[in-house]
């Protein structure tokens, strides 16, 4: 056996599973595709603004995997996994065999719904952020797909970076976190700070695409091709165990790729868990992954948003809303009881609701959103 685990994918799930893996003094190989050293993602839209180089954003410097027994082999593409034989072929003709297998192989980004004549950027490696920033420098005009967090956070980089830009939305921009209200309020902050919002069909705006370096943030989704060949068991994602287990023995799976219980948040937090839960169980150890609740807070073009349960205006649903110049709040109320809330600037008061949300207490009479500030704090 060359190695005692092997792991897939170098990006934060691996990273993680990696460092687990190492205090536990295995022999370990982790193996990523692209040429760099794991990376914060999130960080790619402040890669696209100053151009930075990817040492900025490393996880942990080259010294950490040595001085930590990491043997890790970047631009290393595994191609097939021979489950029976335990064996990992590489796209370089070499091949390697392993006692325990990680798959951390992460996510690739959904198409553009719309069928463009030019080049679609997705933004998901250190190499897209350069490409999109390399194309924008070059015509100032960016087409962003998909008004999700990525999409504005890409958005608000390349404006400051003197790019036009706009942002193509279903309805309005954060419609899974927002209602329709508060969608309108970022909407307008956004356009103060030179960002476009437009709504509806693409067709619509073909002029303005064809002039445009075009961007689809438009959601990803697992790369199974490894999985399927070898016969591990996926849904969307690869099935995995509270231990990070897929049906194959002594084979785990983490991060953006596994599906647990459902689900697939697609977040640094998970990634992270589930790597360190997957590292330390390929390792001989015994952990069980504790599902992460996402944050309550995300920052969206310099903006704090927070929301939480659902905005949903159904017949017995009542909003309340506060608005002012530069925050925005709704509350969600039915049957008397707190069922969600977005906050837009000052989320001051969002944790004290969620706390009140969660224990399902009554409002009472409350009837207004003073009344039930007043409530609450
Ligand atoms: C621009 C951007 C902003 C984001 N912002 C946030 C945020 O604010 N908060 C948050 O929680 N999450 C954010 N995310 C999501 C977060 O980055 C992901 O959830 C996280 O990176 C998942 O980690 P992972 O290791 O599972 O997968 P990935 O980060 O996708 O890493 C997988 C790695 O495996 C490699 N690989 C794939 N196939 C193979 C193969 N066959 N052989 C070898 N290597 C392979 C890939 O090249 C990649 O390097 C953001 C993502 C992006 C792109």
């Not at 998901?124 to 008004?147: E, H, L, P, T, V």
């Not at 309020?185 to 695409?209: H, P």
């Not at 640094?268 to 944050?295: C, F, H, R």
């Not at 704090?304 to 709040?329: C, E, M, N, P």
Request: glycine share 10%; hydrophobic share 40%; aromatic share 8%.
């Amino acid at each position: 056996m060359d190695y005692d685990v092997v792991i897939i994918g170098a990006g934060p799930a691996g990273y993680y599973a990696a460092k687990a893996v190492s205090q536990r003094k295995r022999k370990l190989l982790l193996a990523g595709a692209e040429p760099y050293l794991p990376y914060w993602r999130p960080r790619l839209p402040e890669v696209i603004r100053t151009g930075q180089d990817p040492e900025s954003i490393l996880m942990s410097g080259k010294d950490w995997f040595s001085e930590n027994g990491v043997e890790i082999q970047l631009s290393k593409m595994a191609v097939r996994i021979d489950a029976a034989q335990k064996k990992v072929q590489w796209s370089d003709g070499d091949s390697t065999s392993y006692g325990s297998l990680i798959l951390s192989c992460g996510s690739l980004p959904n198409r553009s719904p719309f069928p463009f004549e030019g080049k679609v950027f997705p933004l998901r490696s250190y190499q897209d952020a350069m490409d999109i920033r390399q194309r924008c420098a070059a015509g100032k005009k960016a087409f962003i797909i998909g008004g999700g967090s990525l999409g504005l956070e890409t958005a608000f980089a390349l404006v400051k970076t003197g790019c036009h830009v706009a942002v193509s939305v279903h309805s309005y921009p954060l419609s899974r976190q927002l209602d329709s209200e508060g969608g309108k309020f970022l909407a307008a902050r956004l356009k103060e700070s030179g960002i476009t919002i437009c709504c509806g069909d693409l067709a619509n705006y073909e002029a303005e695409i064809d002039k445009a370096c075009v961007i689809a943030a438009t959601g990803v989704h697992p790369d199974l091709t490894l999985a399927e060949k070898c016969g591990i068991k996926v849904s969307r994602g690869i099935l995995v165990d509270e231990k990070m287990r897929t049906n194959l023995q002594g084979i785990y799976a983490c991060g953006d790729i596994a599906e647990y219980n459902g689900t697939i948040p697609g977040l640094m937090s998970v990634a992270v868990k589930q790597g360190e839960t997957a590292g330390i169980n390929a390792s001989g150890g015994d952990m069980v992954y504790q599902t992460v609740l996402p944050a309550p807070l995300t920052k969206v073009a310099g903006l704090t948003v927070s929301s939480f349960g659902s905005l949903k205006l159904l017949d017995d649903t009542q909003i309340y809303r506060k608005v002012s110049a530069d925050s925005y709040a709704a509350i969600a109320v039915r049957s008397s009881k707190i069922v969600g809330a977005a906050f837009i600037g000052n989320v001051a008061l969002g944790t004290k609701l969620k706390k009140w949300m969660e224990a399902e207490k009554g409002i009472g009479k409350a009837a207004s959103f003073e009344e039930i500030e007043k409530l609450v704090g």
